[in-house]
Structures are given as structure tokens and as C-alpha cells.
């Protein structure tokens, strides 16, 4: 054959060809319809090829992940592991943390009420409400903190909801010329003067309940690993890596 003819009739056939992302996403979208057909408003997040061959991953509003074959016919509710030769890998734990970075980083911090040491060494970010327990016990422990040097930064998460009046208190601090005053205030249970601005409360909550928080205190983690609970300064301090 010519060899012109034969670069020719190559290049067509690689025309011809779907590109392979072009095969993955209309995979995606057949799984997403065949799985839809099945369970009408299931609220699929995002759906996309796991490592394991084959295999896809469907993560929910919410933050659950759930697994399906390539046609869609079957559904694995758990957590997939990766075998390697320094131990058990947690893939979905590890997906869950790098969509908790991705979208913690996107938040400025001044939509957030930080207490800042003078010399930065890790950072926790705390979905906070007001009126929790042990969140006023973990806010008595953070001069301990700052003197470690860990950062903490608040986000809101109002566990009885917009309207509710630890969501107004919360509201005041957010939008208090003195935030860090405020928040110490309130952490203590005395009042502050009633505030109202445009503020990212609802805006906190609802990011909070898709990255799996539904309990406060709720830390996040620079890696992205979400600690649900009090931890004690040293406990915390072997948790971002001071220790």
C-alpha cells in the first residue's frame, strides 16, 4: 500500500474513533440515566471512573459515596480500599478529604472568624454553633492553641437552622465590627447587640451538611480529614501534625 494512503487511512480511522473521553462521558451519562430510571431525585453530586477498573464512583449531596458497574445494574453502598505495599489505602475516605480541601479553600478568610497565632504552624477550621457544649470547650482551649500555633477558623453551623436564635446570635458575630470580641462574648454566654448584614451563615450551614458534618464541634483539617468532636490541645496537636 502507499504509504500516503496508508497515513491517510490511519489518520481517518483515528477520526473515526470516539476519544476515550469521549467514551467515559457518555458511559457517565448512560449510568446516570439508568441509575435516575431506578430511584427518580436520587441526588447524584457528581459521577466519575474510581481507580479500581471498572468500578464508578456516584457521590451524593451529602457527601456519601456509593459505587456502580459500568452499565449501571449494580450499586455498592461502602468504602473502597486500595492495596498497597505500605498498607490499606481508604480511596473514598481520601476522595471525601480532597473535596473538603477544594472547597474550604475557596472560602476567604474573612468570611470566617479566625484566632490566629503570631507564627502559623497548621490550621483547623471548625464548623461552630454558638450554644453547643463542647464547643465553648474546645473556644476556652484556643490561647493553648495559638500559643502551639495552630490557627483556628470558624465557620458557622447552626444545628437548629436559619431562624433559629443561636442563628441569630450567629448572625450578630458575623457581622460585629469586632468579631473576635463577639465570638469570645458569646462562647462565654453573654450578649452581644443584635447585628444584621449581609453574612455567609446559611451559606456555612449548608456546606457543612455536604461535607458530612452533622454535628458540631466539626474540625477539618489541612489534609482535608474531618474530626467530628473535641479533642483535647495535645490530642490536637498530634492531630495536625505538631506532635
Known amino acids: 500500500m502507499n504509504i500516503r494512503i496508508a497515513v491517510f487511512v490511519l489518520l481517518m480511522s483515528m477520526v473515526a474513533q470516539p476519544s476515550m473521553a469521549d467514551s467515559v462521558a457518555s458511559t457517565i451519562e448512560q449510568i446516570r440515566g439508568r441509575i435516575l430510571a431506578a430511584q427518580p431525585g436520587l441526588p447524584i453530586s457528581t459521577l466519575s471512573e474510581s481507580e479500581f477498573p471498572g468500578l464508578y464512583e456516584v457521590e451524593l449531596r451529602g457527601g ?122 458569646l462562647k462565654s454566654g453573654i450578649p452581644i447587640p443584635v447585628k444584621t448584614c449581609v453574612n455567609p451563615i446559611e451559606e456555612q450551614h449548608q456546606l457543612g451538611q455536604q461535607l458530612g458534618v452533622n454535628g458540631t464541634p466539626a474540625l477539618v483539617l489541612e489534609n482535608g480529614r474531618l474530626v467530628p468532636g473535641y479533642l483535647e490541645p495535645q490530642q490536637m496537636a498530634m492531630a495536625v501534625g505538631l506532635n
Not at 481520601?94 to 484566632?115: G, H, L, T, W
Open 64 to 185: 456519601q459515596k456509593i459505587y456502580t458497574s459500568k452499565t449501571g445494574d449494580y450499586l455498592l453502598a461502602g468504602e473502597l480500599y486500595k492495596v498497597t505495599g505500605q498498607g490499606l489505602v481508604n480511596l473514598t475516605q481520601q476522595a471525601k478529604n480532597e473535596i473538603r480541601v477544594s472547597k474550604i479553600s475557596a472560602i476567604d478568610e474573612s468570611q470566617m472568624i479566625v484566632f490566629s497565632p503570631k507564627n502559623r504552624k497548621a490550621t483547623i477550621t471548625v464548623f461552630t454553633d454558638i450554644d453547643c457544649g463542647y464547643c465553648r470547650k474546645l473556644h476556652r482551649d484556643v490561647p493553648t492553641l495559638n500559643e502551639m500555633g495552630i490557627a483556628v477558623r470558624y465557620l458557622a453551623f447552626p444545628r437548629a437552622g436559619a431562624g433559629s436564635k443561636t442563628y441569630q446570635k450567629m448572625v450578630s458575630a458575623w457581622c460585629a465590627e469586632d468579631k473576635l470580641d463577639a465570638m469570645n462574648k
